[in-house]
């Protein structure tokens, strides 16, 4: 499918595999997360648009490539996408960041809002949407709508594991979004776990139950 780039990068991989381990603890599990989110990011950012500006160097003049155009916002999905902010402003540290707060009702598995913010204006930045999980993709979906109807345009979006039933819904209704995907997992169980996947993620970052 157009528009949905899978990690296949060894470090992701090995990070990935920690973080299902149930015996790794918060402090470790947040930090691979954030690891995760720099190596994530730097893969989903490797097409953003550059233009030659002139710089002095100790010994000449000469013309070197910035980035240009479109400015960074970053946009986390509430609780769990808060642990992937850090990595990906440790690449782009002057990033704006915008906050969707979601909750999915334990019994639909659809998600109830309950926070959002942009940084405004929204309409000329590329966002970088952060989750680490698109499980049934209700959460991913609603939060890139919200930012449709904000102005967004040029939208990422980043998860550490989906499932392909996420996948699925969420290109469905958002095709012309890029989706980053650290790894595809087998499927969802009855509670709209997924399976393999690693638990509850905000649970795991937040050290909550
Ligand atoms: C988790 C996760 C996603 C969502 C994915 O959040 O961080 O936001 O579930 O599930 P979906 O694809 O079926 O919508 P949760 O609602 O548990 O909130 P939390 O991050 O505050 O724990
Ligand atoms: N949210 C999580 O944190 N984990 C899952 O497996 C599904 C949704």
Redesign the pocket.
């Known amino acids: 499918m157009e528009n949905i780039f899978y990690m296949e990068h060894p470090l992701i991989q090995h990070k990935i595999s920690m973080l299902r381990d149930k015996r790794t603890g918060t402090n470790e599990f947040r930090k691979l997360v954030e690891e995760i989110a720099v190596l994530m990011g730097y893969e989903a950012f490797r097409d953003l648009p550059v233009e030659a500006v002139e710089v002095q160097t100790p010994l000449e003049t000469c013309k070197t490539p910035v980035i240009s155009g479109k400015k960074l916002a970053v946009v986390p999905?509430?609780?769990?996408?808060l642990g992937m902010v850090n990595g990906i402003l440790t690449l782009v540290p002057s990033a704006k960041v915008g906050h969707i707060g979601?909750?999915?009702n334990h019994e639909t598995?659809?998600?109830e809002e309950y926070y959002c913010k942009l940084p405004s204006p929204i309409e000329e930045r590329t966002i970088a949407v952060l989750?680490?999980?698109?499980?049934?993709?209700?959460?991913?979906v609603s939060a890139v709508n919200f930012i449709k109807e904000h102005g967004g345009k040029h939208i990422k979006f980043l998860c550490i594991i989906a499932?392909p039933e996420?996948i699925e819904r969420f290109h469905h209704a958002h095709p012309d979004v890029q989706l980053y995907c650290g790894c595809l997992d087998r499927c969802l169980n009855e509670e709209?776990y997924i399976c393999p996947g690693l638990g509850?993620?905000?649970?795991r970052i937040f050290g909550t139950k």
Do not use: F, V
């Open positions: 999905i509430l609780r769990a996408g979601l909750c999915r598995h659809e998600p989750d680490p999980m698109l499980a049934t993709g209700g959460s991913a499932a996420g709209a509850d993620a905000g649970d």
